[in-house]
């Protein structure tokens, strides 16, 4: 009955559609098993007219079985109503992977599955539905079939492994890092809400050292109790659930790793309350002792480190200290020597320190004794002054120039039992009595002598002990060489020269003795070998200048000039300064008269050349010549070479005149 009502009803249908019109779509997608759309349109005597359809896509559920249905969906074309048609299906699932997972039977257009749909995998299949005539024709144009794949919540909250840090005594509430877990199922749905807890802390402790927010994930610090020196690394097992942490929601857990950094809370202590050691006499740059410090902060960092220093008795830079950085270990030096004599006993007031601004200064005591070592000679000073005339008169009768002995550091006497030796005398000045240290000089000191540095002779000497094995000590002897007045004021040069209209010239003296014995120097003109009058005119301690009032003539002017030092010595020779005066040209200098007599004579030496030449040819030609004629004429060249010699066309004695003059000729008026 009901089938007959809706053959019925379709039949209703298809007329009130041909009385509306033509649509647009041709296509009819059917999607319900029980309208018998194919009764309808095989009802031949219904004019065929275009429907419109809007067809929804299909929705199926992932995870559910299907394969049984006798169809998911309907495809019919109108055309099939007048001739056969036959139905197909392309698209992913269809003919393209996955193959096959879609299926259409080529008459009815009944579309099946033949498989479990995963929306994980593919959410959706867009199909397109083809109809083709039994010729294999075209019949309509594609019809698009979507097939949707409904969320089911079939995967749980995934976590990878996440890893953070966190200062220790951090406040409450301080933020670690977010927590994300992923979930496969739909997003924006419960399917995929993840609640977040925390399952397990490790180690345990006294209770939970964290907490995360159940919606976002973050996880905080719970407890303002981290140390560092108690746990240094957590390990947290994290779940999350999803359907928004519903009882039937499925859960994941995943491993978060917090690791504790390190602050300076903890401030260095010493191994003992004070420190006591000793160190020999006479020795530098020693380690006395290693300080070992104590700090609970992370070791090999700089909240670690301690920073010593010598807060008291090191007044004087005797000691030193360093921190050892691989054993945060304070290493005491002993930088400078200390005599036993002098001091037997130190105490040193030591501070650590740290970078931590709030942490107290402690100070521990240091004590440290100075051992007596049995000391070799030594010269006590180390270097002797000795002063010495260079005049022989000065000189020590018995040649005793001083004696220089070593002394006992322990005693300060004397040493015994040691011999000494010259160790360094550049010009072999003395020698030295191996056993009385008696310097007996050998030599006439100068103080004139490339071997003296600002008038002092250095030479050092050794003490060497007479045991084994030896010790042995240097002195140094400074012989400082007072100056005699052995050296008499000379001029610098003794020639100058001027021009005719210029009446200074400049004296400059010299003198190998230092003060008193040298400069200022007194400049006097001799009047006898002296040529003109000339005045002196003191320039400076060493320069005077020497003026003529009278007009000087070009030639040699010869001055006899003496000259004093500060002591009123001067040479038993007075010195000759030669003036070489000449004619100056544009300009206005003087060269002297030996370059200028040079110059004349290289001026000159080609034109008398020349004119010696000339003289001489203008000879041989009065002398050869006549003779060349007269062996001609005499016929004495004919016997010899009778074909090659001929008569001169004219009288010789016409035209040969002899001169028989010398001297100047006179000048005639032509």
């Known amino acids: 009955m009901h089938t007959l009502r809706l053959d019925r009803l379709v039949y209703a249908v298809a007329l009130l559609h041909s009385w509306l019109g033509p649509p647009s779509q041709k296509w009819a997608f059917c999607s319900c098993s029980c309208w018998p759309c194919a009764e309808a349109r095989q009802r031949k005597y219904l004019r065929r007219q275009k429907r419109e359809w809007i067809m929804p896509p299909a929705k199926l559920r992932e995870n559910t079985d299907y394969m049984n249905r006798e169809f998911i969906a309907k495809i019919r074309s109108d055309k099939s109503l007048t001739d056969p048609v ?41 199909l397109t539905g083809v109809a083709k005539f039994t010729n294999g024709t075209t019949a309509e144009a594609d019809i698009p079939l979507t097939v949707i794949v409904v969320d089911e919540n079939d995967n749980p909250p995934t976590f990878e492994l996440y890893a953070g840090n966190v200062s220790e005594s951090s406040s409450k509430g301080t933020f670690i890092m977010q927590i994300s877990a992923k979930d496969k199922d739909q997003a924006g749905t419960i399917n ?10 490790e180690p345990a402790g006294t209770g939970h050292m964290f907490y995360i927010d159940k919606y976002s994930g973050k996880l905080y610090v719970k407890e303002p109790t981290l140390d560092r020196e108690d746990v240094d690394f957590y390990k947290l097992v994290i779940k999350g659930t999803d359907m928004a942490g519903a009882k039937n929601g499925l859960t994941g857990t995943g491993n978060v790793e917090v ?22 006499e006479n020795v530098a740059d020693v380690i006395v002792m290693k300080i070992k410090a104590l700090d609970d902060d992370l070791h090999h960092t700089d909240n670690w480190l301690t920073v010593f220093k010598i807060a008291k008795g090191n007044e004087d830079n005797i000691f030193s200290i360093e921190t050892d950085k691989e054993t945060n270990e304070g290493i005491l030096k002993l930088i400078k020597p200390l005599d036993f004599e002098e001091v037997q006993n130190l105490e040193l007031g030591l501070e650590i320190l740290n970078p931590k601004p709030d942490a107290p200064a402690k100070s521990y005591p240091i004590k440290i004794a100075v051992n007596n070592v049995p000391e070799g000679p030594a010269f006590i000073p180390d270097t002797k002054k000795v002063p010495v005339s260079e005049d022989p008169k000065d000189a020590p009768e018995d040649g005793v120039l001083t004696v220089f002995a070593a002394v ?48 002092t002779y250095i030479a050092k000497i050794l003490a060497i002990t007479k045991d084994m094995p030896a010790k042995t000590a240097t002195g140094t002897i400074a012989i400082e060489v007072t100056d005699s007045n052995d050296h008499c004021p000379t001029l610098t040069t003794t020639y100058n020269h001027l021009c005719t209209d210029v009446k200074t010239v400049y004296v400059t003296g010299f003198d190998e003795d230092v003060s008193p014995n040298g400069a200022p120097f007194t400049f006097r003109i001799i009047t006898e070998g002296t040529n003109g009058k000339w005045e002196v005119e003191v320039i400076n301690d060493t320069t005077a200048a020497l003026h003529t009032s009278e007009a000087l003539w070009p030639g040699q002017y010869a001055l006899q000039v003496e000259v004093l030092d500060a002591q009123g010595l ?101």
């Open 192 to 201: 995929s809400n993840i609640s977040y807890s925390i399952v397990s802390q």
């Open 570 to 670: 001067s040479c038993p020779e007075h010195e000759v300064f030669t003036v070489d005066v000449c004619t100056c040209g544009e300009t206005k200098h003087c060269a002297p008269k030996s370059a200028r007599q040079a110059s004349t004579r290289s001026e000159l030496s080609a034109p008398a050349i020349g004119l010696l030449l000339m003289a001489l040819c203008l000879l041989l030609c009065e002398l050869i010549i006549p003779l060349l004629l007269l062996f001609c004429q005499c016929g004495g060249a004919d016997t010899v070479f009778p074909d090659q010699f001929s008569d001169l066309p004219f009288d010789v004695k016409e035209h040969l005149i002899s001169y028989h003059t010398e001297g100047k000729g006179e000048d005639k008026v032509g």
């Open 408 to 455: 006992d550091p322990d005693t300060g006497k004397t040493a015994e039992d040691v011999s000494y030796a010259k160790a360094y005398d550049p010009d072999n000045w003395f020698t030295i009595d191996e056993e009385t240290a008696e310097i007996k000089l050998i030599k006439a000191p100068d103080r004139e002598s490339p071997f003296l540095v600002n008038g």
């Open 86 to 126: 036959e139905y197909y299906l392309s698209g992913k699932g269809a003919d393209r992977p996955p193959f096959n997972l879609f299926v259409v039977d080529q008459k009815t257009g009944f579309v099946k599955i033949t498989g479990v749909l995963d929306r994980e995998k593919c959410p959706s299949y867009h």
């Open 259 to 280: 690791k504790v950094m390190d602050i300076n809370d903890n401030i260095p202590t010493l191994e003992k309350t004070e420190y006591a050691g000793s160190v020999d």
